[in-house]
């Protein structure tokens, strides 16, 4: 039974800073592609970044977030981390972890999903 748990979401003020966690369990995600997505009110579910770990971490980042956010893993934990920096209101969403086989900003191109965390930005 894969399951993949977030946490670390919260109330944090604009310009703040939070690290979101997402535990894996039920298989090794170790050669798998993990990867962030949010979902903010009455909007789509949008990336945020992705990380796939073959010889070397390799990253991708939506527009939004490049510079202020940074994926990371360790794959001992079989954990994915999102350090998200300088965040703004508009950073307000559900941060979903996701986990697939390749590379892509698309969510229909991740098989495996958490539950969601909460990320609130006042301003």
């Known amino acids: 039974h894969v399951q993949l748990v977030e946490s670390g979401g919260g109330l944090v003020q604009a310009g703040g800073s939070l690290r979101l966690s997402c535990a894996a369990s039920?298989?090794?995600?170790?050669?798998?592609?993990m990867g962030w997505f949010r979902q903010a009110p009455g909007k789509e579910r949008e990336f945020v970044a992705a990380i796939r770990w073959i010889g070397g971490a390799t990253t991708i980042y939506a527009d939004s977030v490049k510079g202020r956010f940074t994926i990371s893993r360790d794959n001992a934990k079989n954990t994915v981390y999102l350090q998200m920096n300088s965040l703004k209101p508009e950073d307000t969403a559900v941060y979903y972890c996701?986990?697939?086989?390749?590379?892509?900003?698309?969510?229909?191109?991740?098989?495996?999903w958490g539950q969601g965390t909460q990320v609130t930005v006042s301003s």
């Open positions: 996701a986990a697939g086989q390749k590379l892509v900003m698309g969510p229909g191109g991740y098989d495996y």
């Open positions: 039920g298989r090794s995600f170790s050669n798998a592609v």
